[in-house]
């Protein structure tokens, strides 16, 4: 048995430490913490809890140490778009504001007054998404100018927790890319633009590849946690991660993450920020080795995860009210597991109604339901009044929505794409995978399901010399975990 190698995989709603190691010449992984993520309301935003992460960080290290299981090296990797702003001593200024709060409402209107989108597309190869950094940026440039002012470096989120756990400031390149600042080309931040906003230079500093060393913890960390190891970034942008676990073997592919977020997209050696990509909403973040992800952003189980909250209910949006909605059941009359609304979604396989998932109205609506229930009505659909209807309607939008985004990408690269491969959670709904594959009229290949964290520690593992190359450690992860095949119907 090999060493230990630990990616602490946080996401929107928990974190996880995840130990692996070569056993046999398979990949062997073992969760041994999860902590809860959660949103704070903070000076009138929704924020993250930063702190709170903080701890839950630590708190899975000491288990290592608990368990015996000390890894050879860390890495972590989050969401992507949000930062933390540090001052000239390394301490926060202001707060973390969390992508989906409304304060870039408007905020795109500031930017395109100095550059257009069709120049800022040309330049970044980045979608035209609200929640954009650079659109965060420019909603504190009109809120809190003071903080810019103040700041001395700018660390997305993983890259600020790295930075407590080992005192070292490095920026990584796949987060990076998703603040629409990086020039596609370049590979690094587009000073020009950076000018153009009027963002201080002295916040954006050299960009590191996945796979570059951070450093040893802090010694004051190592002696709380009770071992030394070396902090190892992965691609800290989890949908870089998860891109990496895809065992695929060709380049006919075309790669799903489905968590919160459905990422669907390709690999491709070079930016595609041609006028027609730009119409069709497809981005191109960087991926480890400079390996573009060419992908587009759909809404994904966020739809269902928020039903979920509201039916229990939860809710979910700090500082809203939920809105009225009309179903068969009442909010909190039962509590409604992840297969109970599978499988009612599929005792209503005939209900036709569909929403466009990828509109903002579903980015952070106070009501899920409501905002299904009314679009459905706008539109002059059928509007769903059961709880098996609002499910049919999520599910048969989302597998419409991956198939346009496929034959979107045979359009832009000239290819014909010959299987879906779904890493993630969402790999386990088998429902979600048949209808995928019907509907889209492919073979699906579902798993692995940690493939954010698999990603992380591939990373990490060919860095320790585990695997000589990418497609190594492809093939290792196809021989270690239960990948599925879901023929159309």
Same mark, same amino acid.
């Given at each position: 048995?090999?060493?230990?190698?630990?990616?602490?995989?946080?996401?929107?709603?928990?974190?996880?430490?995840?130990?692996?190691?070569?056993?046999?010449?398979?990949?062997?992984?073992?969760?041994?913490?999860?902590?809860?993520?959660?949103?704070?309301?903070?000076?009138?935003?929704?924020?993250?809890?930063?702190?709170?992460?903080?701890?839950?960080?630590?708190?899975?290290?000491?288990?290592?140490?608990?368990?015996?299981?000390?890894?050879?090296?860390?890495?972590?990797?989050?969401?992507?778009?949000?930062?933390?702003?540090?001052?000239?001593?390394?301490?926060?200024?202001?707060?973390?504001?969390?992508?989906?709060?409304?304060?870039?409402?408007?905020?795109?209107?500031?930017?395109?007054?100095?550059?257009?989108?069709?120049?800022?597309?040309?330049?970044?190869?980045?979608?035209?998404?609200?929640?954009?950094?650079?659109?965060?940026?420019?909603?504190?440039?009109?809120?809190?100018?003071?903080?810019?002012?103040?700041?001395?470096?700018?660390?997305?989120?993983?890259?600020?927790?790295?930075?407590?756990?080992?005192?070292?400031?490095?920026?990584?390149?796949?987060?990076?890319?998703?603040?629409?600042?990086?020039?596609?080309?370049?590979?690094?931040?587009?000073?020009?633009?950076?000018?153009?906003?009027?963002?201080?230079?002295?916040?954006?500093?050299?960009?590191?590849?996945?796979?570059?060393?951070?450093?040893?913890?802090?010694?004051?960390? #190592? !002696? @709380?946690?009770?071992?030394?190891?070396?902090? %190892?970034?992965? &691609?800290?942008? *989890?949908?870089?991660? $998860?891109?990496?676990?895809?065992?695929?073997?060709?380049?006919?592919?075309?790669?799903?993450?489905?968590?919160?977020?459905?990422?669907?997209?390709?690999?491709?050696?070079?930016?595609?920020?041609?006028?027609?990509?730009?119409?069709?909403?497809?981005?191109?973040?960087?991926?480890?080795?400079?390996?573009?992800?060419?992908?587009?952003?759909?809404?994904?189980?966020?739809?269902?995860?928020?039903?979920?909250?509201?039916?229990?209910?939860?809710?979910?949006?700090?500082?809203?009210?939920?809105?009225?909605?009309?179903?068969?059941?009442?909010?909190?009359?039962?509590?409604?597991?992840?297969?109970?609304?599978?499988? #009612? !979604? @599929?005792?209503?396989?005939?209900?036709?109604? %569909?929403?466009? &998932?990828?509109? *903002?109205?579903?980015? $952070?609506?106070?009501?899920?339901?409501?905002?299904?229930?009314?679009?459905?009505?706008?539109?002059?659909?059928?509007?769903?009044?059961?709880?098996?209807?609002?499910?049919?309607?999520?599910?048969?939008?989302?597998?419409?929505?991956?198939?346009?985004?496929?034959?979107?990408?045979?359009?832009?690269?000239?290819?014909?794409?010959?299987?879906?491969?779904?890493?993630?959670?969402?790999?386990?709904?088998?429902?979600?995978?048949?209808?995928?594959?019907?509907?889209?009229?492919?073979?699906?290949?579902?798993?692995?399901?940690?493939?954010?964290?698999?990603?992380?520690?591939?990373?990490?593992?060919?860095?320790?010399?585990?695997?000589?190359?990418?497609?190594?450690?492809?093939?290792?992860?196809?021989?270690?975990? *239960?990948?599925?095949?879901?023929?159309?119907?």
């Amino acid at each position: 048995m090999g060493p230990y190698y630990l990616a602490i995989d946080i996401g929107a709603s928990s974190g996880r430490h995840i130990l692996g190691h070569r056993e046999n010449g398979r990949m062997v992984l073992e969760e041994v913490h999860r902590f809860d993520n959660r949103q704070i309301r903070k000076n009138g935003h929704d924020c993250w809890d930063i702190d709170h992460l903080w701890q839950g960080i630590l708190d899975g290290l000491k288990v290592c140490k608990a368990l015996g299981k000390i890894p050879a090296t860390v890495g972590i990797d989050t969401w992507a778009v949000d930062f933390v702003l540090l001052d000239r001593n390394g301490a926060p200024v202001g707060d973390a504001v969390a992508y989906r709060d409304g304060r870039t409402e408007g905020a795109d209107e500031l930017v395109e007054e100095k550059i257009s989108p069709a120049e800022l597309y040309e330049r970044t190869g980045i979608q035209k998404q609200p929640f954009n950094t650079i659109y965060q940026l420019a909603a504190l440039q009109k809120e809190h100018p003071e903080q810019l002012e103040a700041a001395h470096s700018l660390l997305m989120i993983p890259d600020y927790f790295h930075y407590r756990l080992t005192g070292v400031q490095k920026q990584e390149y796949t987060n990076a890319t998703s603040t629409g600042l990086v020039n596609a080309v370049q590979k690094t931040w587009d000073r020009e633009l950076l000018d153009l906003l009027g963002l201080p230079r002295r916040l954006f500093g050299p960009l590191s590849m996945p796979g570059t060393e951070v450093g040893s913890l802090r010694e004051e960390i #190592a !002696a @709380e946690v009770g071992f030394q190891t070396t902090v %190892v970034l992965p &691609a800290t942008h *989890d949908t870089g991660s $998860a891109f990496l676990a895809v065992p695929a073997e060709d380049d006919r592919a075309v790669y799903l993450s489905s968590g919160t977020w459905s990422l669907l997209g390709v690999e491709n050696d070079a930016p595609i920020t041609t006028g027609e990509s730009r119409r069709h909403n497809f981005t191109n973040e960087g991926g480890a080795w400079y390996r573009y992800r060419y992908l587009k952003n759909i809404m994904g189980l966020w739809m269902i995860q928020s039903i979920r909250r509201e039916l229990n209910g939860v809710d979910y949006v700090a500082g809203k009210e939920r809105a009225a909605w009309t179903l068969d059941v009442q909010p909190g009359e039962k509590q409604w597991s992840f297969p109970d609304l599978i499988a #009612a !979604a @599929e005792s209503a396989a005939d209900f036709p109604s %569909v929403v466009n &998932a990828n509109d *903002d109205a579903f980015l $952070a609506p106070a009501s899920m339901i409501a905002v299904i229930q009314a679009t459905c009505a706008t539109a002059g659909q059928p509007v769903p009044r059961t709880v098996a209807q609002l499910m049919q309607c999520v599910y048969r939008s989302l597998t419409l929505c991956y198939k346009c985004a496929v034959d979107e990408l045979s359009q832009l690269t000239g290819k014909r794409y010959t299987a879906i491969h779904i890493v993630g959670g969402g790999c386990q709904d088998n429902y979600l995978n048949r209808m995928t594959a019907t509907i889209c009229r492919l073979p699906v290949w579902a798993g692995p399901v940690e493939g954010t964290a698999i990603g992380n520690l591939v990373i990490q593992m060919i860095h320790f010399g585990e695997f000589a190359t990418l497609a190594a450690a492809r093939q290792c992860i196809r021989e270690s975990f *239960d990948i599925k095949e879901v023929l159309p119907q």
